[in-house]
Nanobody, 123 residues
Framework: QVHLEESGGGPVESGGSLRLVCTAS?????MGWFRKAPGKEREGVAAIAIDGRTQYRNVMKGRSTISRDDAKKELYLEMNTLKPDDTAEYYC????????????????????WGQGTQVTVSS
């Protein structure tokens, strides 16, 4: 089990930007960011493989950038042009699967999760 801790969330106005940071006890081959809004199912945002290959789900495609620094054991999500619909708890995940499957990264019971960081976008 990988220990993950997210930070960087908070309140932001519509159109603003945030940078989420996930500190990991270890980095895994494929890692990702997910989010869960009240009353909705958890959904994937972006994933990144150990070689830096990335993929994005449509929810924030073009408005977010995922990156990783394995030396620092950190995963990042840069988000811009935020909208009220982006309001959610954002989770970092390790041992994500499908990093090389176009648009179809996924999690399993082997996936480790952080506690989440709340992002609230006001209109």
């Amino acid at each position: 089990q990988v220990h993950l801790e997210e930070s960087g969330g908070g309140p932001v106005e519509s159109g603003g930007s945030l940078r989420l940071v996930c500190t990991a006890s270890e980095m895994t081959y494929c890692m990702g960011w997910f989010r869960k809004a009240p009353g909705k199912e958890r959904e994937g945002v972006a994933a990144i493989a150990i070689d830096g290959r990335t993929q994005y789900r449509n929810v924030m495609k073009g408005r977010s950038t995922i990156s990783r620094d394995d030396a620092k054991k950190e995963l990042y999500l840069e988000m811009n042009t935020l909208k009220p619909d982006d309001t959610a708890e954002y989770y970092c995940a390790a041992d994500v699967f499908g990093c090389y499957n176009r648009g179809s990264f996924y999690t399993s019971e082997e996936t480790s999760w952080g506690q989440g960081t709340q992002v609230t976008v006001s209109s």
